[in-house]
């Protein structure tokens, strides 16, 4: 039996394509994982280019590359910018984000990220974190846990959901996965129990892992750091994460209100190098089914 892949890169061409990369220039892959993304940038810089990449994970710094034009940051892309000082670097040429969890979290049952298979409710990206999943349920009030529910799950009936954790903890604590699927289950329909149930887990794991706050101050702090002319290229996964992206590199902000000055010029850092969102190709998702949902965007520093 061959060895599971730690990551398959969605769109892998076409997101580094869109860095448009210097040769001599600095790069960041701040979601490094698998190193496929970094791997595909490294080839195509030259002697006097360089690449930093970031990744919480510990299991991901098994992947780092063996090259003196690599430097590979253990930490959460939040610190962007700390860790370039630190580095010694101001500006960059580009910045690459693939969103996504790598398949080694969904495929490694003790990690608790995936519902296909029992292991302890943890999610947490980074293990040294305080917060696990099994915290969120058996510490949060209905009311936060129907938050939750509600804005990262975008569940129909997220009060349900919550109100049945907090009757289920008073007689056992959520520890395992399945735990939770024996309370989640019985309030989901069976034909929907697939899509339903990805959806408890990612609103899960976006709260443990503090992942939109964490996607904001990147997207903020890269339009910071790029030089002018420097690419933004990001790989989203579901509509909170894209929302996001879209807004920010169309108008500066997070709530997608354009702002002009008085020219009538958009005031905003990015200019997105194309309206039209980049998606995989059927054959692609037939080699890679879990690329059906990525959306890549591009922007510019102005």
Do not use: W
Not at 35 to 57: P, Y
Not at 173 to 184: H, I, R, Y
Not at 252 to 267: H, M, S
């Amino acid at each position: 039996m061959s060895e599971m892949p730690y990551h398959i890169p969605a769109l892998l061409k076409e997101t580094v394509d869109g860095l448009n990369i210097n040769p001599d220039g600095i790069y960041v892959d701040v979601t490094f994982g698998g190193g496929g993304h970094s791997r595909e940038i490294m080839r195509r810089l030259g002697k006097k280019g360089k690449l930093i990449s970031f990744d919480q994970d510990l299991d991901a710094y098994a992947n780092r590359i063996d090259d003196e034009r690599f430097v590979f940051v253990r930490s959460n892309f939040r610190y962007l910018k700390n860790f370039l000082r630190y580095h010694g670097i101001e500006k960059v040429d580009g910045i690459l984000a693939d969103l996504g969890v790598s398949f080694h979290h969904f495929d490694v049952a003790s990690r608790g990220f995936s519902f296909r298979m029992d292991g302890e409710l943890d999610m947490r990206m980074n293990v040294k974190a305080s917060q696990k999943a099994s915290d969120v349920l058996n510490e949060y009030s209905e009311e936060d846990l129907t938050r939750v529910f509600r804005v990262y799950g975008e569940l129909a009936q997220p009060q349900k959901m919550a109100r049945a954790i907090v009757r289920a903890r008073e007689e056992k604590p959520f520890v395992m996965v399945q735990d939770l699927l024996s309370v989640a289950e019985k309030l989901i329909a069976k034909e929907r129990a697939k899509k339903e149930l990805a959806c408890v887990f990612q609103a899960l794991r976006i709260e443990v892992n503090k992942e939109m706050d964490a996607l904001k101050q990147l997207l903020m702090q890269s339009a910071e750091v790029l030089k002018v002319g420097g690419r933004l290229s990001v790989l989203s996964y579901h509509s909170l994460e894209d929302r996001l992206v879209k807004n920010f590199m169309k108008t500066g902000n997070f709530d997608g209100k354009v702002e002009k000055d008085f020219f009538g010029n958009v005031i905003a850092p990015l200019k997105m190098t194309s309206n039209k969102v980049i998606v995989p190709s059927a054959e692609e998702v037939e080699r890679n089914p879990r690329s059906r949902s990525a959306k890549l965007r591009v922007a510019e520093k102005k």
